[in-house]
């Protein structure tokens, strides 16, 4: 998006969003694009920024003028910027709003270090999942606060990877940096393509390890792949669907 945008003047904008319906950025120019986990910032001359946030399903796609576009029907269309050489198409975002760029802090400032961002600090993430050892590593680790970027799909092949079962306690993970580490290199080997695949292979239905696999064999040592709603008392965090094996994850679990 920053190779496509940046230093470049917008030719046309339009926002599919209620609030915004009238806005127009047309003429002015892209300074940079930056993401903050999910989150991603289209900083624009004005000392304007449009924030957008993924959420679980939604995209950005890149369009040369003319092409066909591909990300979904028209009616999931939230948001598109061109300029002369790219149509920057934004599908199924959940959040699509104009904001002071001098105000960006109050949509990301709480965030941990971005997996795939410049400031990349695996100490200080680690520092953060210990602040509440208690707390199981499956929420912990969707928790934009101690980490940035890592959705429910990474965090279900991370844990398998690693051996563990979402429910265990930070305190009883043998090497968080390890798991850590293991969760930015599955999003990195993805960053330049839209599929995701943890297990090397594109091939639809071998892309990955437990996640979305209920009931089929692992990959690994054939045991069933088992999933479960995991949640948290007091916190705000929506339940999310776990995906693991029984015999290649250790860890409590439930029954
Ligand atoms: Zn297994």
């Not at 904008?13 to 806005?23: E, G, I, S």
């Not at 939604?58 to 790219?86: D, F, I």
């Not at 930015?184 to 091939?203: I, K, V």
């Not at 064999?217 to 054939?222: A, L, Q, S, V």
Request: charged share 25%; hydrophobic share 35%.
């Amino acid at each position: 998006m920053n190779d496509a945008l940046a230093g470049r003047v917008l030719t046309r904008t339009d926002f599919r969003v209620p609030r915004l319906a009238t806005a127009d950025l047309t003429g002015r120019e892209v300074r940079e694009v930056v993401s903050r986990g999910k989150h991603m910032l289209t900083r624009i001359d004005g000392g304007v920024t449009l924030h957008t946030h993924f959420e679980m399903d939604g995209s950005w796609r890149l369009y040369r003028p003319g092409a066909r576009w591909t990300g979904g029907p028209a009616h999931q269309v939230r948001v598109v910027l061109e300029n002369a050489e790219w149509q920057a198409v934004g599908y199924r975002l959940p959040v699509v709003e104009l904001l002071p760029t001098d105000d960006e802090a109050t949509v990301v400032g709480h965030l941990g270090p971005d997996l795939l961002g410049p400031h990349w600090d695996p100490a200080e993430v680690v520092r953060r999942l210990l602040a509440d050892p208690g707390r199981e590593i499956g929420p912990a680790l969707l928790d934009q606060r101690n980490l940035a970027g890592i959705g429910n799909l990474y965090k279900a092949e991370t844990l398998f990877l690693s051996g563990l079962t979402p429910w265990t306690a930070v305190r009883d993970v043998p090497d968080l940096a390890a798991v850590v580490a293991r969760a930015r290199r599955l999003m990195r080997a993805n960053r330049d393509h839209w599929q995701q695949t943890t297990t090397g292979s594109t091939h639809r239905g071998e892309e990955h390890w437990v996640f979305e696999r209920a009931g089929r064999p692992c990959r690994r040592c054939g045991t069933p792949i088992r999933s479960a709603h995991q949640s948290e008392r007091g916190r705000e965090l929506q339940a999310r669907i776990c995906y693991w094996c029984p015999a290649c994850q250790a860890g409590p679990a439930p029954d």
